[in-house]
């Protein structure tokens, strides 16, 4: 199947500063990709999807100047965690679709310290 | 809003079948879909079904839909070791999922 690729997989930061996670479409090129969040023992919650050459759509309760998503090329989507908090330490998954398929990326673990 | 409901929590001995099951309340769902996550680590599909069917089967995974009760199941045959995981249910169009909490699977010898 496709292959999503995210990086970083693991990263810890300090309170205050931002941290650009990626995520590209290895062997396909995707115009529209998509950023979950987990909570440890939760589900994935949809947090914004980002469309290429323009701006992201967000999703309800999700701050769009905390949490910048550019998508600059067919295969290339960057979530940016500005000013990050301890609250928003979590499990950052992005996915990218194929007709009836969506491939999620291995997840970014962000502790915020 | 649309909600996917499943168990928590399951346990079962090596060997035997494993049935997760998944309820849903967004009735114009085109496909449903199954997802295995092990730890620190992303989601893998592991299959799906287009909601007009009511059965599908792949290997050790066998899929039941019944549309009219929103009830969506997934049966492991032979469970092994390695299928220890988290299973989550999700529905709603490919490029908008609405994931359940997730079934930790527990396999014992």
Redesign the interface.
Known sequence: GAVVSQHPSRVICKSGTSVKIECRSLDFQATTMFWYRQFPKQSLMLMATSNEGSKATYEQGVEKDKFLINHASLTLSTLTVTSAHPEDSSFYICSASIQTEAFFGQGTRLTVV | GED?EQSLFLSVREGDSSVINCTYTDSSST?L?W?KQEP??????LT?IFSNMDMKQDQRLTVLLNKKDKHLSLRIADTQTGDSAIY?CATGG????I????TRLAVHP
């Open positions: 996917v496909y879909y997802y620190g680590a992303g989601l893998q599909l799906y989550f490919y490029n908008k999922l994931f359940g909490a997730g």
